[in-house]
Nanobody, 113 residues
Framework: VQLKESGGDLVQPGGSLRLSCKAS????????MSWYWQAPGKERELVAA????????HYVDSVKGRFTISRGNLLNTVYLQMNSLKPGDTGMYYC???????WGQGTQVTVSS
């Protein structure tokens, strides 16, 4: 079971990024997925989660209206569209699958002018 994130970058405040997480080794469409964020020196925090079909989503209050989680089950990929980025969004973003307790290696997002 593996998760591999990509799409992190340096972006100016107000900019956008789209993160991707490619899953392998399990039946992706059968499991909910989530994205976590870890600021420097802090613990990982849940950012967003999505149900198996994508019909249900959950967001932490700080990203509601700015971030959108989605999934492509045929591609075994979960996405995080990040808009109106703020310096406080800076950190490592991780993909997570709770059934197998698997984390990706993370992708770095830096929001700075």
């Amino acid at each position: 079971v593996q998760l591999k994130e990509s799409g992190g970058d340096l972006v100016q405040p107000g900019g956008s990024l789209r993160l991707s997480c490619k899953a392998s080794g399990f039946t992706f469409s059968s499991y909910a997925m989530s994205w976590y964020w870890q600021a420097p020196g802090k613990e990982r925090e849940l950012v967003a989660a999505i149900t198996t079909s994508g019909g249900g989503t959950h967001y932490v209050d700080s990203v509601k209206g700015r971030f959108t989680i989605s999934r492509g089950n045929l591609l075994n990929t979960v996405y995080l569209q990040m808009n109106s980025l703020k310096p406080g969004d800076t950190g490592m973003y991780y993909c997570y699958q709770s059934r197998f307790v698997v984390w990706g290696q993370g992708t770095q997002v830096t929001v700075s002018s």
